[in-house]
């Protein structure tokens, strides 16, 4: 090799066999040694061994002509089938992409077989024979088409017609009917108004009854909060104070320790409910009604959520208000 140009194979007298043919030529194109030639040192190996001519060799091993390997294998197996000449002719040095390489192959194959059977062509111009008589035939039924489009057309124009007065006499009882359907719209949309000044006078009605009812509950409140914060018994304590010594002494005053304590713990949750603004109307009406009947801490704790519904507060407040009066029926005038 010679700046990177080869000179071409000589085989000189025929080798003898594939090895010697590779040797010649690897001594030829030495720069199939460099790893980078590996695949295209590889394709020499496989057209050294498939018995290629050395002038088709020549034409891809002359020098590098950045041929890639995968070009240089399709063009060898083409080679086996199509012959050297074919892809000298047709594929070497020339663009091609695969599918147009396979369609090249497929004409080749072809004009080959014709030469092979001279009948071809016989039944080729048979061929063009019959296609001139399809195009013929193809002409009749087009201009049948057109004249069976055009009967189409004139029935579908007739048909257009009709149907536009049946659709003008369809719109104009529409029209009828869309005026008797406004006229009765604008009566329910009179009446609608009449309904939604009665409802509008009705809520405020509902609201100035509402608001007397929280007003009246609220002096309620006020006076619950009143008693808690003042109550009017204060003998108690100096009653308690005058209470004997001794052990039975002891126990009354812890008794009435233990009673202030209780009471005083129920009034602070009063005061904690009443201030509470979660509470609608109904359920501050039934937590007062249970306040006044003396429901003690654990009744009332049960019924004071907001989340209880008015209904399971009611049944709540029966519940206790039964157990109440049977624990009464049952104590004795001494107890």
Same mark, same amino acid.
């Given at each position: 090799?010679?700046?990177?140009?080869?000179?071409?194979?000589?085989?000189?007298?025929?080798?003898?066999?594939?090895?010697?043919?590779? =040797?010649? &030529? %690897?001594?030829?194109?030495?720069?199939?040694?460099?790893?980078?030639?590996?695949?295209?040192?590889?394709?020499?190996?496989?057209?050294?061994?498939?018995?290629?001519?050395?002038?088709?060799?020549?034409?891809?091993?002359?020098? /590098?002509?950045?041929?890639?390997?995968?070009? @240089? /294998? @399709?063009?060898?197996?083409?080679?086996?089938?199509? &012959?050297?000449?074919?892809?000298?002719?047709? $594929?070497?040095? +020339?663009?091609?992409?695969?599918?147009?390489?396979?369609?090249?192959?497929?004409?080749?194959?072809?004009?080959?077989?014709?030469?092979?059977?001279?009948?071809?062509?016989? *039944?080729?111009?048979?061929?063009?024979?019959?296609?001139?008589?399809?195009?013929?035939?193809?002409?009749?039924?087009?201009?049948?088409?057109?004249?069976?489009?055009?009967?189409?057309?004139?029935?579908?124009?007739?048909?257009?017609?009709?149907?536009?007065?049946? @659709?003008? *006499?369809?719109?104009? =009882? $529409?029209?009828?009917?869309?005026?008797?359907?406004?006229?009765?719209? +604008?009566?329910?949309?009179?009446?609608?108004?009449?309904?939604?000044?009665?409802?509008?006078?009705?809520?405020?009605?509902?609201?100035?009854?509402?608001?007397?009812?929280?007003?009246? $509950?609220?002096?309620?409140?006020?006076?619950?909060?009143?008693?808690?914060?003042?109550?009017?018994g204060q003998a108690d304590v100096t009653e308690s104070d005058k209470r004997p010594g001794g052990l039975w002494g002891l126990l009354q005053r812890k008794e009435e320790q233990k009673i202030r304590k209780q009471k005083s713990e129920r009034n602070r949750f009063i005061m904690e409910t009443i201030k509470n603004p979660d509470y609608s109307v109904e359920q501050l009406k039934i937590i007062l009604h249970a306040i006044s009947e003396?429901?003690? *801490?654990?009744?009332?704790?049960?019924?004071?959520? #907001?989340?209880? #519904?008015?209904?399971?507060?009611?049944? @709540?407040?029966?519940?206790?208000?039964?157990?109440?009066?049977?624990?009464?029926?049952? %104590?004795? #005038?001494?107890?």
């Open positions: 090799m010679t700046n990177g140009v080869t000179t071409k194979v000589d085989w000189g007298s025929r080798p003898d066999g594939a090895e010697e043919k590779y =040797r010649k &030529g %690897m001594e030829r194109y030495a720069y199939l040694k460099d790893p980078k030639y590996s695949h295209k040192l590889e394709q020499f190996f496989l057209m050294v061994r498939q018995g290629f001519s050395g002038k088709f060799v020549n034409s891809f091993f002359e020098k /590098d002509n950045n041929i890639i390997s995968t070009d @240089l /294998d @399709l063009m060898r197996c083409i080679a086996l089938v199509a &012959g050297e000449d074919f892809v000298i002719d047709y $594929l070497y040095k +020339n663009e091609f992409s695969l599918e147009e390489a396979i369609t090249l192959l497929q004409d080749h194959l072809c004009k080959e077989k014709y030469k092979q059977f001279p009948q071809v062509e016989d *039944l080729l111009r048979e061929n063009e024979r019959l296609q001139e008589r399809f195009q013929l035939q193809m002409d009749f039924l087009q201009k049948e088409r057109e004249n069976v489009r055009s009967y189409h057309d004139e029935i579908l124009q007739g048909e257009r017609k009709k149907q536009e007065i049946e @659709l003008e *006499l369809l719109r104009t =009882r $529409l029209e009828q009917q869309c005026d008797n359907y406004i006229e009765k719209l +604008n009566r329910a949309q009179e009446e609608n108004q009449r309904l939604q000044e009665e409802l509008q006078q009705a809520r405020m009605d509902q609201e100035e009854e509402i608001n007397k009812e929280r007003e009246v $509950l609220l002096a309620q409140c006020e006076e619950i909060k009143r008693q808690i914060i003042h109550p009017d003396d429901f003690s *801490l654990e009744e009332l704790q049960q019924i004071c959520d #907001p989340k209880i #519904p008015i209904k399971n507060m009611e049944t @709540l407040e029966l519940y206790f208000q039964k157990g109440r009066k049977e624990n009464v029926s049952f %104590m004795t #005038p001494e107890e």
